[in-house]
């Protein structure tokens, strides 16, 4: 693997990308790639990056990640859709 990365960065460097260019798109894919092993899920994703999640949420927002395409609607329905039906006629009966 560090063969690899060393060719990448030897590739990358003759083209003329610059280095915050560089840093920036391996922090894009690094992170990306952890979210999606934890299907969007920020909480595990900062665990398993070593971060606290506030400081992972706002990497996400300074490098415009899109994660609604890793979530793919897996998202838990708000309370009220989820409640039984008798309990959300009582809780409007109120």
Known sequence: MKNQLEALVAQMHESGILYSEAVREF???FIMNVLDRNHGNQSKAARELGMHRNTLSRTISELNL???ELR???RR???SARLEPELVEKKAAR
């Open 66 to 68: 899109d994660l609604n």
């Open 27 to 29: 922090k894009k894919r």
């Open 77 to 79: 329905p708000p309370r």
């Open 72 to 74: 793919n609607g897996t």
